[in-house]
């Protein structure tokens, strides 16, 4: 926070308004540590850029620069209004003005519209403050307005009800009813960053409720998925265990995740998730096979109580790589040229290592392998 405010004197030394603003009050109020400051200024970018030092335009085109100062990184964006929103999506144009309550006007809860000064002092137009105290999510002005101007903000509201362990506003969640089928319109990739962060939260469970009763669910890929009972469902801080509770509970495969265009990683990470979640009894080799995320996330969904993390880490070796041997001791020990019985026979070396049933020493290895080899012959 102290770059933030340094920024903010720097600006009013100049001549200009400035105010911390957005998650970063809400969260001061909360009594958390904000993790991201961002700043709203009477200065256009250009005099922003000419301010300071070190800056990166991340976002010049609708006012916002970052600011590199004291080893941090702050957003800084003039005051601004915005045009009509006519894909649903992002404004069709950005006024910059001088009047920091035309800014707030924007924005799209009450919680998110508080701006704070250099002094800790609150500006509260719009009664966050009141929605704080109330556990309230409340949109600015009139909801419809603000979710026809960014269809994205009813899944907002729904990801800030359990983020912050909050209620919806009657109101509000009416207005996501009534416009509940414009999420559609929102590029797969955004509704997902919502979605992960639904699911990795402590009151996921909170969110998803909203997310069925306000019918958003019914126009979201796979909507269906989510129409499940949620109650016994661990948040573990990794969305991946919420997207694999949910195909889990619907039996249903990765592919049935397709429309939210998953990382390799992920839907690599969710089908071996899967596999090892019908495993009954996890034995070294399952601990070995397994990446720990993996694991955890088995884990998680099935109800263990073993930490994978402390079983895998006690495994002989790690990795194939870890072995006393290789291919190469194996072919001088029996005279014979590669081929699949070499991979063959490095898994059956491999598995008795994990398993505890042969030590990892070249010596125990090559006594191992001549007596299974010339038995095999």
């Known amino acids: ?37 961002d700043v709203a200024t009477s200065a256009e970018p250009d005099q922003v850029k000419g301010l300071f030092d070190r800056t990166v335009d991340t976002g010049i085109q609708h006012g916002t620069v970052l600011v590199l100062m004291n ?29 920091l309550e035309e800014d707030l006007k924007r924005r799209d809860f009450t919680i998110n519209a508080m701006a704070m000064t250099e002094e800790l002092k609150i500006v509260d137009l719009f009664g966050g403050r009141k929605d704080l105290e109330g556990k309230l999510i409340r949109a600015v002005g009139e909801p419809d307005e603000r979710f026809r101007e960014d269809a994205l903000r009813m899944l907002r509201a729904v990801r800030f009800s ?18 509940a089928a414009m999420i559609g319109s929102i590029a797969a990739e955004r509704i997902k960053i919502e979605l992960d962060k639904i699911l990795a939260n402590q009151h996921a469970a909170r969110s998803i409720d909203y997310l069925n009763n306000s019918g958003l669910s019914a126009h979201l890929p796979s909507g269906g998925l989510f129409q499940i009972d949620w109650k016994s469902y661990k948040p573990t801080g990794d969305p991946l265990s919420g997207w694999l509770y949910a195909l889990w509970r619907n039996k249903k495969e990765v592919q049935a995740l397709a429309g939210y265009k998953l990382s390799n990683e992920e839907k690599g990470s969710l089908t071996k998730a899967l596999e090892a979640a019908t495993v009954e009894n996890w ?41 006393a041997v290789n291919g190469r001791d194996l072919m001088d020990w029996s005279g014979r040229k ?40």
């Open 1 to 37: 926070m102290n770059t933030a405010i340094d920024i903010i004197l720097k600006l009013k030394a100049s001549g200009f308004d400035a105010y911390l603003v957005g998650g970063a009050v809400r969260d001061f109020l909360l009594g958390k540590n904000p993790k991201d400051f």
């Open 71 to 99: 080893g941090a990184g702050v957003e800084v964006t003039t005051f601004r209004t915005e045009g009509n929103y006519t894909d649903n999506r992002r404004p069709d144009s950005v006024e910059f003005v001088k009047s």
């Open 162 to 179: 359990g983020q912050l362990d909050f209620a919806i506003d009657d109101q509000t969640l009416a207005a996501i009813r009534n416009n």
């Open 283 to 323: 034995d070294p080799w399952t601990y070995y096979r397994f990446t720990l995320r993996q694991l955890e996330l088995a884990a998680a969904l099935t109800d263990r109580q073993e930490d994978p993390a402390v079983q895998k880490s006690g495994l002989p070796i790690q990795a194939k790589a870890d072995l």
């Open 338 to 377: 590669a081929g699949p019985w070499l991979k063959e026979m490095l898994g059956m070396i491999e598995r008795q290592v994990v398993l505890n049933e042969l030590d990892n020493e070249k010596d125990k290895i090559k006594e191992w392998f001549i007596s299974e080899y010339n038995r095999n012959e």
